[in-house]
Nanobody, 116 residues
Framework: QVQLVESGGGLVQPGGSLRLSCAASGSICSIYVMGWYRQTPEKQRELVATITSGGGTAYVDSAKGRFTISSDNVKNTMYLKMNNLKPEDTAVYYC??????????WGQGTQVTVSS
C-alpha cells in the first residue's frame, strides 16, 4: 500500500500563490508517476500535472506557465507550486501515485479556494 497525505491548501486572493505538498509513505519504491488532480462539484476530476520517476513533467493547458510540479525524493514528497491563481482554480486538489504494478493510490484531498 501507498499512503498519500496532502497539505498546503487554503484561501488565497486572485493573483496569489500556494504550494501544495503530498507526502508519500509505504510501498513507494515502485512508484513511477505521480500527479495532481482537482475536482469541483460541477466538474469531473481533472488532471492538472504529472511527474515521472525520471523527472519528466506534463501540465494541463490551463496550468502551463503558472503551476510547477516537483518532487523531493529524499523527503518522499511531491509539490505543486501554484502562482497567479484564478477563481477558476478553486477546487479540491488530490495527490495521485501509480506503481509499476499499475495500482493507483489517492490522497484525501486539500481544498484550494481563490477568492477576494
Amino acid at each position: 500500500q501507498v499512503q498519500l497525505v496532502e497539505s498546503g491548501g487554503g484561501l488565497v486572493q486572485p493573483g496569489g500563490s500556494l504550494r501544495l505538498s503530498c507526502a508519500a509513505s509505504g510501498s513507494i519504491c515502485s512508484i513511477y508517476v505521480m500527479g495532481w488532480y482537482r475536482q469541483t462539484p460541477e466538474k469531473q476530476r481533472e488532471l492538472v500535472a504529472t511527474i515521472t520517476s525520471g523527472g519528466g513533467t506534463a501540465y494541463v493547458d490551463s496550468a502551463k506557465g503558472r503551476f510547477t510540479i516537483s518532487s523531493d525524493n529524499v523527503k518522499n514528497t511531491m509539490y505543486l507550486k501554484m502562482n497567479n491563481l484564478k477563481p477558476e482554480d478553486t477546487a479540491v486538489y488530490y495527490c495521485y501515485a501509480r506503481r509499476s504494478d499499475s495500482l493507483g493510490f489517492w490522497g484525501q484531498g486539500t481544498q484550494v479556494t481563490v477568492s477576494s
